[in-house]
C-alpha cells in the first residue's frame, strides 16, 4: 500500500513541475472502474477551467491534462473493495497530500477548488 502511495505522490510532483495553465481553476480526480490484472479501479487527473460548487457539471470543462497520460492504475494492495472504500482510500490519500507541509501541497492548493468521484457521479470536494 505505501508503494502506492510514494508513487502516486512522486508521479503527481512530476506532472505539477509543468506549467500549469492560468486558466486552470480547479484540479479533479476521476475514479473509474476497470478490468485489469492486479487493479480494479483507475484514477485520472485532470485541470478544468471552471469551478462553481453550484453547477454539479464545474468538473466537464477541461482545459489541461498532464503530459504523458493523465491516468494511473490503482493497484489491488491499496485498493481491493467496492467502489465506495476506493473513494475514501483515495480521497484521504489525496487529501494528506494537501495538507502536508509540501511543494506538491502549494501546488495542488494553487488553485480554487479540488474534487474526487467516480466518472459520471458525484464529486466530493476535497477543497473549495
Do not use: H
Not at 494492495?77 to 506538491?104: A, H, N, Q, V, Y
Request: with cysteine; glycine share 10%.
Amino acid at each position: 500500500m505505501n508503494d502506492f502511495r510514494a508513487n502516486y505522490r512522486a508521479w503527481l510532483e512530476g506532472v505539477l513541475v509543468d506549467d500549469v495553465p492560468d486558466d486552470v481553476v480547479a484540479f479533479v480526480f476521476n475514479l473509474f472502474e476497470q478490468d485489469f490484472d492486479g487493479a480494479r479501479y483507475g484514477v485520472e487527473f485532470v485541470g478544468v477551467s471552471k469551478f462553481d460548487q453550484s453547477d454539479p457539471d464545474w468538473a466537464c470543462e477541461e482545459a489541461w491534462e498532464p503530459k504523458g497520460g493523465r491516468s494511473s492504475l490503482i493497484p489491488l494492495s491499496f485498493c481491493d473493495g467496492g467502489w465506495e472504500i476506493c473513494l475514501t482510500k483515495m480521497s484521504e490519500l489525496i487529501s494528506s497530500f494537501i495538507r502536508e507541509p509540501s511543494l506538491l501541497a502549494q501546488r495542488l492548493s494553487a488553485v480554487r477548488g479540488i474534487g474526487i468521484g467516480f466518472v459520471d457521479g458525484e464529486l466530493l470536494l476535497l477543497k473549495s
